[in-house]
């Protein structure tokens, strides 16, 4: 079992910046292929970015790529997201998640809800305009 706990998120202008973190005490963190997505209000979980166990590729939505910045510090077992450039239409409930597998294998990176496994409970950003 691996819990994650996401933080960072609040109530910004639009153009403003933010950084969420995703911590866990669990070890094995540095195993894991994590990602970062996001759910607004009646809508599905949508997908942002990706990273690899060593940090070493990323991947992102078309939606958030330029703007937004995944990285992670295995030293700390965090993850990052660096939130550039905030719109009202990126308020949403941010998640943090673990790929299903934990083994280090060199594959293309997740991403779909239904590939991650461990989930944190979410973080709030909230864009005025």
């Known amino acids: 079992q691996v819990q994650l706990v996401e933080s960072g998120g609040g109530l910004v202008q639009a153009g403003a910046s933010l950084r969420l973190s995703c911590t866990t005490s669990?070890?094995?963190?540095?195993?894991?292929?994590m990602g970062w997505f996001r759910q607004a209000p009646g809508k599905d979980r949508e997908f942002l970015a990706a990273i690899t166990w060593s940090g070493g590729r990323t991947w992102y939505s078309d939606a958030v790529k330029g703007r937004f910045t995944i990285s992670r510090d295995n030293t700390k077992n965090t993850l990052y997201l660096q939130l550039n450039s905030l719109k009202p239409e990126d308020t949403a409930v941010y998640y943090c998640a673990t790929d299903q597998w934990g083994d280090r294998a060199v594959r293309p990176l997740p991403i779909t809800p239904s590939q991650y496994k461990y989930w944190g409970q979410g973080t709030q950003v909230t864009v005025s305009s």
């Open positions: 669990a070890r094995t963190f540095s195993f894991y292929d």
